[in-house]
């Protein structure tokens, strides 16, 4: 069993905050949601995913004594976390800081951590895990899980949000297989180290998608995971990169996976035929750091609007319209959203239709209901494809793109997280859109979904 921590940006104020009291170590109790994958689709191991949910400051009274070097708690004070912990399906966790920069735990640690972690055990049942967050200056983390047989596993640490940052993932001593020389002298090594460790999933490998991943991967992307149902067709060749007359019939993914991998960077991209609201690809998506979204159905995009609240997993969608009257182009307009608790999510902008997300939802699930409804003039989306060309598909790719080295590396000085970009292409102009959380909606208001992992039924859908 593997184990990873994900800390929401918005809650990293409040760890560094209760975690050093000037020069003296302190701390907090911390609890956290899961999300169990069952089988990583890139190690092929089962892991446990932890999502800090919030951090719990202690008592004043709680602290029996703390200095530059060591913090002692009285156990006491972690009853009222048991019981919350209890009391939902939330596991307990303990934070605090080593304003030192000490940057290992200490065999103080492991007594306390161990003690907690077994009082955690004795109360709640040894189904529980026990978390330990340990927090170091400048913003650095680093974490720990004490299972149900209360042996201790490292855990590397992710904060998500509006930004990335990857810390404690194993080395890859396999180096890209190409010279990345050119880009350093832009990002730096710091962009081409979190860019290899990076796990990114693909939603879509049509028009923008298959730029998407090749792009990625020639900038050093190791093991990207490409998911898509269809099959290249022959109107396809004219906006698909990296497919050839030959692969007319072939799934998309796979000929985008057999393409990148071709190329001698040094990529493993797996490639999977599949839909994405098909239950059994959850793993895909829960073991991933980001989920770009290049798919043009609405369900798809719906699912994954919900799931990046659900999950704390940020999703960047793109999308492309284009309005055509008989005889000009009124509108064409490329479109990026970061999708993450904190920014209006695709209902508030108005990207997505529910109506024709719920009918694609039954296509998928009920071919023979789908086709009855739409027999009988109930269903309204599922006419002709949308107009597409392959400059502007490519150029939001690239859009895309750099969205994810922003929240990589902050290359761009802006006052505020961007969190949704529309490029003009018959203005021309680049615009960047505010948008408003409408509080009553149920996806990005409800601060109930934000993080809650895994729910039952899954992302709370009443289908
Ligand atoms: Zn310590
Ligand atoms: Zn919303």
């Known amino acids: 069993m593997d184990y990873d921590i994900i800390i929401p940006h918005r809650l990293l104020d409040a760890v560094t905050g209760a975690a050093?009291?000037?020069?003296?170590?302190?701390?907090?109790?911390?609890?956290?949601?899961?999300?169990?994958?069952?089988?990583?689709?890139?190690?092929?191991?089962?892991?446990?995913?932890?999502?800090?949910?919030?951090?719990?400051?202690?008592?004043?009274?709680?602290?029996?004594?703390?200095?530059?070097?060591?913090?002692?708690?009285?156990?006491?004070?972690?009853?009222?976390?048991?019981?919350?912990?209890?009391?939902?399906?939330?596991?307990?966790?303990?934070?605090?800081?080593?304003?030192?920069?000490?940057?290992?735990?200490?065999t103080r640690d492991d007594e306390n951590e161990?003690?907690?972690?077994?009082?955690?055990?004795?109360?709640?049942?040894?189904?529980?895990e026990f978390v330990s967050l340990l927090a170091l200056p400048g913003e650095q983390l680093m974490a720990r899980v004490w299972n149900e047989a209360n042996t201790v596993h490292p855990a590397p640490?992710?904060?998500?949000?509006?930004l990335l940052r990857l810390m404690g993932r194993p080395r890859d001593r396999k180096k890209t297989g190409?010279?990345?020389?050119?880009?350093?002298?832009?990002?730096?090594?710091?962009?081409?180290?979190?860019?290899?460790?990076?796990?990114?999933?693909?939603?879509?490998?049509?028009?923008?998608?298959?730029?998407?991943?090749i792009m990625l991967a020639r900038a050093g992307l190791?093991?990207?995971?490409?998911?898509?149902?269809?099959?290249?067709?022959?109107?396809?060749?004219?906006?698909?990169?990296?497919?050839?007359?030959?692969d007319i019939g072939c799934p998309k993914a796979d000929v985008?996976?057999?393409?990148i991998n071709s190329l001698g960077l040094g990529t493993d991209v797996i490639g999977i035929q599949g839909n994405i609201l098909d239950p059994a690809h959850r793993d895909l998506m829960s073991s991933v750091d980001l989920i770009f979204c290049c798919t043009d159905d609405h369900a798809g995009r719906l699912l994954l609007n919900r799931f990046a609240y659900f999950y704390e997993i940020p999703v960047i969608d793109i999308g492309l319209a284009i309005e055509k009257s008989d005889t000009r182009i009124r509108d064409m307009t490329g479109r990026v959203s970061l999708l993450y608790p904190g920014a209006a999510c695709l209902l508030c902008r108005n990207i997505?239709?529910?109506?024709?997300?719920?009918?694609?939802?039954?296509?998928?699930?009920?071919?023979?209901?789908?086709?009855?409804?739409?027999?009988?003039?109930?269903?309204?989306?599922?006419?002709?494809?949308?107009?597409?060309?392959?400059?502007?598909?490519?150029?939001?790719?690239?859009m895309a793109i750099e969205e994810m080295i922003q929240m990589?590396?902050?290359?761009?000085?802006?006052?505020?997280?961007?969190?949704?970009?529309?490029?003009?292409?018959?203005?021309?102009?680049?615009?960047?859109?505010?948008?408003?959380?409408?509080?009553e909606c149920p996806i990005c208001g409800e601060f109930n979904s934000w993080g809650a992992g895994d729910v039952t039924p899954f992302l709370d859908r009443v289908s």
């Open 20 to 106: 050093f009291d000037r020069e003296n170590e302190a701390g907090a109790w911390a609890l956290f949601s899961t999300a169990s994958i069952k089988r990583d689709p890139v190690t092929s191991r089962a892991r446990r995913r932890f999502i800090l949910v919030e951090i719990v400051p202690f008592g004043a009274r709680d602290i029996v004594s703390s200095s530059p070097k060591h913090l002692t708690v009285k156990t006491a004070s972690f009853i009222s976390i048991l019981k919350r912990s209890g009391d939902s399906d939330l596991m307990p966790g303990f934070l605090h800081g080593h304003p030192s920069g000490y940057a290992a735990f200490s």
């Open 114 to 128: 161990s003690a907690l972690s077994l009082a955690a055990k004795n109360r709640n049942g040894v189904e529980g």
């Open 157 to 162: 640490v992710t904060i998500t949000g509006p």
């Open 178 to 213: 190409h010279d990345l020389d050119r880009q350093t002298r832009v990002f730096g090594e710091e962009f081409n180290e979190a860019l290899s460790g990076l796990r990114v999933l693909i939603v879509g490998a049509g028009g923008t998608g298959s730029p998407l991943a």
């Open 222 to 246: 190791r093991q990207p995971l490409i998911i898509d149902p269809d099959v290249v067709e022959e109107t396809n060749l004219h906006r698909l990169h990296g497919s050839i007359a030959g």
């Open 256 to 259: 985008l996976a057999n393409h």
């Open 352 to 398: 997505v239709d529910p109506v024709r997300a719920r009918e694609e939802d039954l296509s998928q699930r009920d071919p023979e209901a789908y086709a009855k409804q739409q027999e009988e003039g109930y269903i309204v989306g599922g006419g002709d494809p949308e107009p597409a060309f392959i400059s502007m598909t490519t150029s939001v790719a690239t």
């Open 408 to 439: 990589l590396v902050e290359f761009r000085h802006q006052d505020r997280p961007l969190t949704q970009r529309l490029r003009r292409f018959q203005v021309p102009e680049d615009r960047r859109t505010g948008a408003r959380i409408d509080p």
